[in-house]
């Protein structure tokens, strides 16, 4: 039988949790093309369902039991302290887009959050498999992959008038996202960090720049 290593175990928990992950993806698409107040009434019930499912682990054993049999080996460390009672990333996921969609214009929303999905997958496993050299709280190669993937992003998501400075926008708000998932780790759950700070840059830079520019009237896709 092949040795596997606890390193390579590991990984590939990782890579199965953010494939898993990528599929959250459907939330900013799917949420682009409805109303606002319907995604919004979506995310709350979802919100509300996962925050059950998830709590409910920490008041009953047989449920617990079930939970873990099921979800178990997609759990981190962290996730699985039954003293301090942490909610999973998924739920903290939800939990994100339903703040950020009551909080951020469309148009936001959707850059932001795909930011979270692709940014900070390609973040953990490049930084996993390669980080060797350190900066601030993670690795470098790590958060060099976040900012470079976020860029992409930018360059690809939905904006208002395809403005030169729409993208300039968006590079900042990717540079303050690399760098709030690499100092999140071990006190804020980064689904919800990295989705606010690059929403709250976007939206600042917006309205400094584009003073009387009315974002939420670009809610709806043209």
Known sequence: MTHI?????????????????????????????????????????LTLF??????GRFFSKKFAKLFYRVFGFLLRKHELDKEKKNLTGATYVLISALIC???????????????????????????????????LRKSFIGTLSF??????????????????????????????????????YGFADDNLSIPVSVGLTMWALYLIIFPNLELILHNVPR
């Open 5 to 45: 290593d606890n390193g390579t175990i590991h990984y590939r928990d990782e890579l199965v949790r953010k494939l898993i992950h990528l599929f959250s993806l459907s939330i900013p698409i799917i949420y682009y093309f409805i109303p606002t107040s319907i995604s919004i009434t979506i995310l709350a019930s």
């Open 50 to 55: 996962a925050l059950i499912v998830d709590g």
């Open 101 to 135: 969609a009551i909080i951020f214009p469309k148009i936001i929303f959707v850059t932001a959050f795909s930011i979270l999905i692709i940014s900070d997958s390609l973040a953990a496993l490049i930084g996993r498999k390669f980080g060797k050299r350190k900066f």
């Open 147 to 184: 900012f470079i993937s976020a860029s992409i992003v930018v360059l690809f998501t939905p904006k208002i008038g395809n403005f030169p400075m729409e993208y300039i926008i968006g590079f900042i708000a990717a540079f303050v996202g690399a760098i709030v998932e690499n100092i999140s």
